[in-house]
């Protein structure tokens, strides 16, 4: 199958006009040039490597979209399937909690209720559009899920933990007053109510002893069973190469430009939210994406929360520092692949995965068409194979194509 008539973003370089073919499910051939014989006609749109998700924590708000009001798994899942095959997402990450009942109140991030998220997401992967891995969120303060998260490694159902510590005072909410009233909103709570949860839950980390023979241990098991460690809200230097030390590769959404620096040091790379990158700042106060890009200290990018900000947020960073499109598509493209060891994908040449997204800019940043290894996954009926627009051309006006 041919697709031509595209703006081919390469690893290196941007071909202006150029076809692709697809054969078997992976990338055939490229020209710089459009072919006659071409099946899909691209109009001069966008065509992108899929984008790689490491990152995104809606599948939990999928099952569970108000609180308390609870959906089937399978429904909730296969919905968010689509979504991110509507945003051009081809692989993706899907952010699972292991945190225990002190950092969050109810069922949803409960231990029980992830390893039922991790059974359905497995058992339907061959029946979903996207290609589906597991992320653990680990919370350092709930060392009770180590062991299962062993197993999980053993059974080689986890691809990607980040340690997190939400502990209030550090790290994402280092700023406890602003966390307070965050906290007294959401939870439709007094000042003087919150203020005392969150007491509590400082007064509880203090409580946890030394977790750090634990978290060696479960390092050691990560690296034996080939799962890639990330951390999580850098804030410190020394935090930085603490968990550089347990063997993390990865820094997520570090918070202060010097943890990003101190990371990228370190030989780390680091990942921020593409809602930060395209809104310009943190809603938490921290790091925006797009200082942390034009400093040059930015490597992925990642859905976060809402997967419709990809597409968006790299073509605005394409127009920052050095106007690069190739380097900002490889923020959801190649730089994943790399840190997350998935040789197959990533870009647009010969033998890997033709993993494509189709995309317009104009009047609004939007993806038209989703291709996972060679298949269409998504098309909002704007792509039209090039015989159907042969024959809409030359037909009769009253046969003409709607």
Known sequence: ???SD????????????????IEDGRIAEIRETPVAEADILGGGRLLLPGFIDMHGDMVEREVEPRIGVHVPMKIGIAELDKKLASCGVTTAYAALSFIGASVTSGVLRSEDHTSGMIDTIIGLKEHLLVDHRIHARFEVTFTPAIASLQKLMDAGRLHLISLMDHTPGQGQYRDVELYIARIAKERGMSVAAASEVVGKRMAGREGQGDVLNALQ?????????????????DDTLEKVELVHGLGATLSEFPVTLEAAEEA???GMRTAMGAPNALRGESYSGNLSARHAYEAGLLDMLASDYHPASILPAVLGLAE???????????LASANPAAALGLA???????????????ADRHPVARV???????RMIYGDGTLAPARAQHLEQSAPERYRLA
Do not use: Q, Y
Not at 6 to 21: H, K, M, S, T
Not at 320 to 330: F, H, I, Q
Not at 368 to 374: D, L, Q, V
């Open 344 to 358: 197959d994908r990533g870009a647009i040449e010969p033998g890997l995965l033709a993993d494509l997204v189709v």
């Open 368 to 374: 038209r068409a989703t291709f996972r290894a060679g």
């Open 264 to 266: 990228r040091r370190l």
């Open 217 to 233: 241990d479960l390092s050691a098991r990560a690296r034996a069973c080939g799962v890639v460690l990330a951390s999580h809200d």
């Open 1 to 3: 199958m041919w697709l």
């Open 320 to 330: 920052l520092r050095d106007r690069s499109l190739v380097a900002a598509v490889a």
């Open 6 to 21: 595209f703006e081919i973003v390469l690893r290196d370089r941007v071909i202006p006009n150029g076809a692709v073919r």
